[in-house]
């Protein structure tokens, strides 16, 4: 069972992981209106994942004796400049993201949650690879610079970005993993 503390702060997360979808849904339309569609699969791709993890969330809770509480998400911003601000955004929005998984850990140490702690360790891995990927593509834009050739084959290459989490949740996470191993 969770201690409301643990409680609250999890749906805070999940909060902060729907956000993130929303986020990426947002730049993956502004990519698709410019005309990069490997950029906007990459950045639905990244929706998927996100949707993912507030799932993985939202399960934990209720499996825990909680109760996950949607909470209202705030407006993501529509239009970038390019490429490179919508990494740099999006490698910051990370960095915020590893802080709270970071300080959710902190709780879970100090409430002696260790399921919970167990159940985050997931998420702090995971953190370490979306920076990771963030930082690798501003790498190349920064290569890339203004050169329209540079970013249409960058383009094509995000393209090929697949989604490898479950994207159908209407049985509940745990069913869908278990659908998807079969």
């Known amino acids: 069972m969770l201690a409301q503390k643990m409680e609250d702060a999890l749906n805070e997360q999940m909060n902060r992981e729907m ?11 502004h ?5 990069l569609k490997g950029f906007a699969n990459w950045f639905m791709v990244q929706y998927h994942e996100e949707m993912f993890h507030a799932m993985k969330i939202y399960e934990y809770i209720n499996l825990q004796g909680g109760k996950a ?23 910051e929005h990370e960095q915020f993201i590893t802080r709270s998984i970071n300080d959710l850990m902190e709780l879970a140490i ?3 949650d260790h399921a919970s702690q167990i159940f985050l360790q997931w998420y702090v891995t995971e953190q370490v690879e ?5 930082n690798e593509i501003i790498s190349q834009l920064v290569i890339i610079r ?3 050739n540079g970013l249409m084959m960058l383009d094509r290459e995000l393209a090929g970005r ?6 159908e949740y209407s ?3 745990q069913a869908a993993l278990k659908g998807a191993a079969a």
Do not use: H, I, R
Request: with cysteine; hydrophobic share 30%.
């Open 19 to 29: 956000y993130s979808a929303y986020l990426y849904m947002a730049m993956s339309s």
């Open 162 to 167: 697949v989604t490898t989490v479950t994207t």
């Open 171 to 173: 049985k509940g996470l």
């Open 146 to 148: 203004d050169d329209p």
């Open 110 to 112: 100090a409430e002696k």
């Open 31 to 35: 990519c698709a209106n410019k005309g």
């Open 130 to 134: 979306e920076e990771s990927n963030d």
């Open 69 to 91: 509480v949607l909470k209202a998400l705030q407006q993501p911003p529509s239009t970038f400049l390019s490429p490179l601000e919508m990494y740099t955004k999006t490698l």
